[in-house]
Each structure stands twice: as structure tokens, then as C-alpha cells.
């Protein structure tokens, strides 16, 4: 079985979760009885870079840290104890080997010619990449997993219902798209940079109509004075509250989750979309992953 490689790539990313919740996921859709890929096969990379093409360039001869075979010990523990998730009648896994990357700061906005399956490079907002015999594609999921996220916690976009938002970056762009395109409008607060392009079809409000979600992709405020707020870190020192999503306060995981799904769904693997753990599970797995990480 021929390897699959996955690294997330930018600066800095020596806390990212990518790495473990890619294991995660493929430890879930072998236990699923997925035939094609494995969870002792599958790499799981880091790559420190400021130019994307240079990532592109590294996956392939970039070595895996030693720590990835410390995330696969702890997601067998994980999956000996966890409840099984075998599927009726599992897909094959088609894409046995090839190279994905999950792309952070500041690597979104560095847009290569590509086949983008979601018109994220026109929002210079590409955050997944899938290079294969066929080329380079690519897919930006902030948007998808910041609705998804709201419509798990309750405050979704439909029916008009106000997004607050700071930040004018390659995720600010892709949450503002997605919410208007689910029947979302927007309160647009002013950032380090403004928002553009905007939505087309954006409604607008101001700050006398209340806002269901509340997020500052600048970093300066977890507080909008939106119902709730989610907090677009998940690097370095985050707010977790327990992975709660009943609460005013939504850890930023929750968005890596989703994003990581979607990415899965929309790029990665679309033939697997109907196997895929749900976002309440694999968060509740990151989450004992990491605690048992930290025990260890």
C-alpha cells in the first residue's frame, strides 16, 4: 500500500492539530473497514514555510517527526476504547497515494495555477490542496467549516440571521462568502484591513441589529457583543472550555474540525464523504487524543 502523505504547511506551525486530526481521520475510516489506506502508512508532516510553492515543493522528500508515532499510539489507545464505527458497506479508498496539504498563514492567499473545485482562489482564500498524477487542486473550507460549526451550536446563518465579523484575510473572506451564501447577512466591523471582495449579494447591517455569531479574525476581541463567539485560534494557547458547544464561547477546534472534514468531503476524498466520522466525534477524539498526549 503505497503511502499517503499529508503536511500542513505556513508559519509558524509547530502547534497545529492538523497533523494529529488527519491521523485521526484515517484511524476512523480504517476501523470503518475502508480498504486503501492505513493508519500505519499514512505520513503525517509538518513544513515551516512562508512561500507555498516551497511547500509544494518539500512534501514529497520532507521527513515526519518522530512525535507522529506518538499521535498513532495514542489514537490506537483511543480507538480501543471509543465506540466503533464500522460502516454497512464501506468504499474503497481510490487515491492510495498522493500528496495533501492544508494550508495556513500566510500561505492561503499565495493562489498558483490550480483546478480549484469552489472558486476559493478567486477569494485568494485556498486553505487544501490535493496534488496528484493529474496536477494540482485545490479547495478553501474556512467558510464551510465556520457555518457548519454555527449550525451545530445553534446560531445558523438562515433566514438572515447576522454574522459580527473583524478581519479581511483569506478565512474572514471565505466565512463572509459562505455565510451570505447560506441566507446569512453581515455586520462588518472595521479590521487591520478591509473586507474585498465582499459578497455580491451581501446584506449589510449595522451594529443595532443583533448578531447570533460573533468572530475577530484579527485576534483583537472574543467579545462582539454577538450571542455567541468563536474564536479562530487553535494554535499556541487557545480557549477550549471543555469542547463545549452549549456555551457563549466556541473553541476555535471546532472550526479545525469542520474545515478538515470539508476538506476530506470537497478535495480530498469525495468518494468517502458518507464514512467520514461527524464533527462531534472527531473533536470528542481530538480532545482525548490531546488529554492523553499531555498525560503521557
Not at 489506506?37 to 511547500?55: G, N, Y
Not at 499565495?110 to 490535493?130: E, F, K, M, P
Not at 462568502?177 to 465582499?198: N, T
Not at 476581541?221 to 454577538?226: E, K, M, R, T, Y
Amino acid at each position: 500500500m503505497a503511502p499517503l502523505v499529508h503536511a500542513v504547511a505556513g508559519h509558524p506551525v509547530e502547534s497545529s492539530c492538523s497533523p494529529l486530526l488527519m491521523l485521526i481521520t484515517v484511524g476512523r475510516l480504517e476501523e470503518a473497514g475502508v480498504s486503501g489506506l492505513s493508519l500505519e502508512t499514512t505520513q503525517a508532516l509538518r513544513i515551516d514555510a512562508v512561500d507555498v510553492d516551497a511547500a509544494i515543493a518539500a512534501i514529497g522528500a520532507f521527513p515526519e517527526a518522530a512525535e507522529a508515532e506518538r499521535m498513532r499510539l495514542q489514537i490506537k489507545a483511543r480507538l480501543r476504547t471509543a465506540p466503533k464505527a464500522h460502516a454497512p458497506d464501506p468504499p474503497r479508498f481510490t487515491k492510495a497515494s498522493g500528496h495533501w496539504l492544508s494550508l495556513t498563514s500566510p500561505l492561503k492567499h499565495q493562489i498558483g495555477s490550480w483546478r480549484c473545485t469552489d472558486g476559493a482562489q478567486g477569494l485568494r482564500s485556498v486553505n487544501a490542496i490535493r496534488i496528484d498524477e493529474h496536477g494540482i487542486h485545490s479547495a478553501g473550507t474556512d467558510g464551510a467549516g465556520v457555518v457548519a460549526v454555527a449550525r451545530l451550536a445553534g446560531s445558523p446563518p438562515d433566514g438572515g440571521a447576522v454574522l459580527r465579523m473583524r478581519g479581511g484575510g483569506g478565512a474572514a473572506r471565505s466565512t463572509a462568502h459562505a455565510w451570505v451564501k447560506a441566507g446569512g447577512r453581515l455586520h462588518l466591523l472595521e479590521g487591520r484591513r478591509p473586507l474585498s471582495p465582499r459578497p455580491e449579494q451581501a446584506i449589510l447591517v449595522g451594529a443595532e441589529v443583533p448578531a447570533v455569531l460573533g468572530i475577530d479574525f484579527d485576534g483583537g476581541s472574543d467579545d462582539l457583543g454577538a450571542e455567541k463567539h468563536l474564536v479562530p485560534r487553535y494554535q499556541g494557547e487557545v480557549v477550549r472550555h471543555d469542547g463545549a458547544l452549549s456555551g457563549n464561547v466556541l473553541d476555535g477546534r471546532w472550526m479545525l474540525v469542520a474545515q478538515h472534514l470539508e476538506a476530506w468531503r470537497s478535495l480530498w476524498a469525495p468518494e468517502l464523504r458518507d464514512v467520514l466520522p461527524s464533527i462531534t466525534d472527531l473533536m470528542a477524539d481530538l480532545l482525548a487524543v490531546e488529554a492523553m498526549m499531555d498525560e503521557a
